[in-house]
């Protein structure tokens, strides 16, 4: 798997021109790139405890990632997250965030990831220099025996390390919680204690039902509507208008002074306003998360090159539906889709 990094000249932002519009009148301005579906991991909630994970030869170069990336600021994009899998876990990943780093302020606003934390320590300096100014790190429990169980393998020790490390670094953290019934759900108020207490903001999210993973995801699931009116029975929640872009939805909490998000694509969903789009590692675009429509634009861009990759990124917006359909109940048990939340990225 090549590591080549094209240089700026040959492939560079042209402006915005033409922004890429739904059928529905939503402006794309959101990219997620998976690097990897590979993670250090295997959380109960997004994996099943065997992957069998892409072969490598599978997995877009850094020079693929490079070209799309810049096809879609050049149409508008204006925030880029990597996620994985694991995003750190890939090899010299740092070559391809430094790359991708130098479109900031040429069209590019933001340059973000979402991590589990247990390699920030290692690149925690290098996310900040490249222009990484926030991130997201996913964190379910502070109990290393309960972090242990939920991941199957992860030190939460390294985790915590790593959100140290990040803010050493001047990177703003955001802890994303999938806050699940039975599982964690009685760790959510000490979890907002301790994030808020370290200058971190805390987003609560839903489970949703993607790929096969071996966990009963009925009795898991937790409506944050229920979360929400527990958590305000002891604290006051003001609505701001804070947005990073994503479907979060937040309040500032009074007691705290911190920002608690909420994310509900099951109970409440945000699809009128999405404005986001997901890369594959492999290079398929999925417009929804939770629908199985997609345009292969690894095929575009060695097929047919730029021509080829404008196009289909064309046909992705006729494509993109209104909404997702996610069910989940004692007659819909199984999965909305098939693939794992690590193979679409996080």
Known sequence: MGVTIIQQKDIAPTGQARPLVD?????????????TDRCDFRCT????ENMQFLPRKEVLSFEEVDQIVAAFVSRGVKKLRLTGGEPLVRRDIMALVTRLGTYLG?????????????????????????????????LDTLDEKRFAEITRRGRIADVLDGIDAATE?????????????GINDDEIE??????????????????????????????AYLPLKEMRERIMQRYTLEPTSYRTGGPARYDRVRE??????????????????????????????????GQEDMVDLRQAIREGGPGALDDAMERAMILKPKGHDFILDRDHTGPAVSRHMSVTGG
């Open 45 to 48: 909630y997004c994996m099943s």
């Open 256 to 289: 705290t002074g911190g920002v608690l998000g909420f994310i509900t694509p099951m109970s409440h969903n945000f699809c009128e306003s999405c404005n986001r789009v997901r890369l594959t590692a492999t290079g398929q675009l999925y417009m929804c998360l």
């Open 190 to 219: 000490p979890m907002m204690l301790w994030a808020h207490g370290r200058g971190h903001s805390l987003t609560l999210i839903e489970g949703m039902p993607l790929g096969d993973v071996g966990m009963d995801r009925v009795d």
């Open 23 to 35: 059928r529905y009148g939503r402006t794309i301005t959101y990219l997620r790139v998976s690097v």
């Open 169 to 181: 670094a001047g990177i703003k953290v955001k802890i994303n919680m999938v806050a699940m019934r």
């Open 106 to 138: 040429q069209g590019l606003e933001e340059l973000t990831l979402t991590t589990n934390g247990s390699q920030l320590r290692r690149h925690a300096q290098g996310l900040a220099s490249a222009g990484v100014r926030r991130i997201n790190v996913s």
